[in-house]
């Protein structure tokens, strides 16, 4: 027998499945409930509206993602071998289909029809992730592993900006390799120059 919690997490793991297909407006209620097998007004119980519904997606999404990155910290030391880790991951996962774009950045390109509260915590998990982003490049031109054209602040962007355009391109032209062929220019590019230690 199901209990609240994880009728709850089948809810949200559904509902991620359906944003990931279709974005925002691309699932409602009934949609959940016929995958879930709970009525609508069960659903309804949990989440009283979308909006709840993808806000607390997004906020378990970014809690999950701030464990991972927290652990790749801990078991990858280097700067230069988490750049390669965190677009490791996406290549993985887009390789097999088991998480094959961000969920964030794929709301992210429909911020026009997001509810606010959902918008910011979607600006939110952008803001964590380029953070930490500028924080690995500040440590990589220290180390010297990495050499950077401009700030570690606006590498950390352009970096992140090119890793999920890389997703995107992929998933545009259903070809996996796509994501590679953008993103190791972009490796090879911020260890030009450098020591490139690994």
């Known amino acids: 027998m199901k209990t609240a919690s994880t009728t709850a997490e089948d809810i949200l793991n559904c509902a991620q499945s359906l944003i990931v297909a279709g974005g925002y407006n691309g ?3 009934a949609d959940i409930s016929k995958v879930v097998g709970i009525r609508n007004a069960s659903i309804h119980h949990y989440f009283p509206a979308k909006s709840d519904l993808v806000r607390k997606l997004v906020i378990r999404y970014r809690e999950q993602a ?28 887009i390789t097999d289909a088991t998480a ?12 026009t029809a997001l509810p606010e509260d959902v918008a910011l915590e979607v600006r939110a998990h952008f803001r964590t992730l380029s953070g930490w ?3 690995v490049l500040e440590r990589g031109v220290k180390d010297g592993s990495l050499k950077l054209s401009g700030t570690p602040r606006a590498e950390a962007e352009t ?8 997703m995107l391109s992929a998933r545009a032209y259903g070809d996996v390799a796509m994501f590679g062929a953008i993103v190791s220019p972009l490796l090879a590019r911020l260890t030009a120059g450098g020591k490139a230690k690994t």
């Not at 990155?69 to 990858?76: G, R």
């Not at 094959?100 to 911020?111: D, G, I, R």
């Not at 970096?159 to 890389?166: E, I, P, Q």
Request: hydrophobic share 45%; aromatic share 12%.
């Open 159 to 166: 970096f992140l900006a090119t890793v999920h355009g890389a």
């Open 27 to 29: 699932f409602s209620y």
């Open 100 to 111: 094959p774009f961000c969920v964030c950045a794929l709301l992210a390109t429909q911020m």
């Open 66 to 93: 701030t464990a991972g990155i927290a652990a790749m910290d801990k078991k990858i030391p280097k700067p230069l071998q988490q750049l390669r880790a965190y677009t490791g991951y996406w290549e993985a996962c």
């Open 133 to 135: 982003l500028t924080t």
